[in-house]
Structures are given as structure tokens and as C-alpha cells.
């Protein structure tokens, strides 16, 4: 059964420094892997996506992740982090090989950015 | 419209009344998920439709949850005899294509007294 693990369900950083949000996948195919954010009181946001192709992909706000089949991770990475960063970060697959498009989350985490 | 829609933003509601919580997908968008976020914890699904296939009606808690998409557009979330651990925020969102993402609603916050 597909599953996904955020590990940590709360993460401070200060601001300025590197911004790590680890997520692991569980799924017998190839997935398809995104990373949401939701701000205070408002709804989800895409911020970056794994379909095919290169493994590190970029994503909007200066985030980057990188799909590394071998450890099915997919973690989150900002080099520094600004206070505007603070929100809440949910990993989330799709079956990558077959047209059932159940989107699977994670239980998120939430990222604190102190001054 | 430009983005999924959904309302009401709010809803108060009795313990043991029924409510329906409408969500306006993006036009032509094919699929649609409905989550629910209680406080403090994730994203639950709910039900997932694709086109005219029968719906994954697998996360729904109970049977006084259910959901209809009529004529492949707008969906209603219905709860009958609501709960107080019914209160939450329920998320709708759309897709184009089964493979790509999911696009959110604002949700609408239930609050059950």
C-alpha cells in the first residue's frame, strides 16, 4: 500500500539557515512525489513536483527537492530560510504507472523560522 | 472559474443535523479529491472521482458521510447526524489529468456545537 512518512512533525530553523524537510514514500511503482505548503488559514499550495526525468527539481520560493529512488526519499531543502517561510509543508505521491490518481499525504510538518 | 471554489467558507451547525459542503472544481478538470484537516493533524482523504468511473469512496469514516459529483463538475460532501469530532476543515481539490497535481480549494471550517 502506497504511505508517506514526514519525519519530525515540527521544525525550527533560524533565519538565514538551511532549510531541511525530510520525506519518505512507500509505493511498488514509481510515483509521482509533490510537496504542498499552507499557510496560516489559507489553503494548500503546490510548491514543486516529481514526475519524470531529473531528480532534483525546483520548485517556486527558492525550494528544491530531490527524488533518490534508492532511499525513496524525497526531501525538501531551502538554502536559507526567510520568516516567510513559516508554514506548513505536506509531501504527498500519486501512483506514477496507472491511471488510479489517489493523492496520498503525509502528516506534515510544520516549520518555524525564528529572527 | 480561475480556482476551485468552496462553500460555505463556514458552517456552524447542531450536533445531529445534516450539512452538505459544495466544491466548484476548475472547469475541466476530471478529477476531484475531498480531504479532511482536523486541528493540528493532516490531510485525511476522504473520496477521490475520476471522470465517469465509480468513485474511491475508501477514506469516508462512516456511513453518514457521503459525496455525489453531478455531471462531472460540482461535488457535495454530505454529513448526516454531525458529530462533534466531525469539526474540521474539509478541502476540496481538482486535477486535469490523473498524473499531475492537485489544485486546493480554500476549504470550508465546520464547526459542530
Known amino acids: 500500500a502506497q504511505s508517506v512518512t514526514q519525519l519530525g512533525s515540527h521544525v525550527s530553523v533560524s533565519e538565514g539557515a538551511l532549510v531541511l524537510l525530510r520525506c519518505n514514500y512507500s509505493s511498488s511503482v514509481p510515483p509521482y512525489l509533490f510537496w504542498y505548503v499552507q499557510y496560516p488559514n489559507q489553503g494548500l499550495q503546490l510548491l514543486l513536483k516529481?514526475?519524470?526525468?531529473?531528480?532534483l527539481v525546483k520548485g517556486i520560493n527558492g525550494f528544491e527537492a530531490e527524488f533518490k529512488k534508492s532511499e525513496t526519499s524525497f526531501h525538501l531543502t531551502k538554502p536559507s530560510a526567510h520568516m516567510s517561510d513559516a508554514a506548513e509543508y505536506f509531501c504527498a505521491q500519486k501512483r506514477g504507472s496507472s491511471n488510479t490518481g489517489k493523492l496520498i499525504f503525509g502528516q506534515g510538518t510544520t516549520l518555524q523560522v525564528k529572527p | 472559474g480561475a480556482g476551485v471554489s468552496q462553500s460555505p467558507s463556514n458552517k456552524v451547525t447542531e450536533k445531529g443535523k445534516d450539512v452538505e459542503l459544495r466544491c466548484d472544481p476548475i472547469?475541466?478538470?476530471?478529477?476531484l479529491y475531498w480531504y479532511r484537516q482536523s486541528l493540528g493533524q493532516g490531510l485525511e482523504f476522504l473520496i477521490y472521482f475520476q471522470g465517469n468511473s465509480a468513485p474511491d469512496k475508501s477514506g469516508l469514516p462512516s456511513d453518514r458521510f457521503s459525496a455525489e459529483r453531478t455531471g462531472g463538475s460540482v461535488s457535495t460532501l454530505t454529513i448526516q447526524r454531525t458529530q462533534q469530532e466531525d469539526s474540521a476543515v474539509y478541502l476540496c481539490?481538482?486535477?486535469?489529468?490523473?498524473?499531475?497535481?492537485?489544485?486546493f480549494g480554500q476549504g470550508t471550517r465546520l464547526t459542530v456545537v
Open positions: 516529481y514526475t519524470t526525468g531529473a531528480t
Open positions: 481539490a481538482s486535477s486535469s489529468q490523473v498524473n499531475t497535481e492537485a489544485f
Open positions: 472547469s475541466g478538470h476530471t478529477a
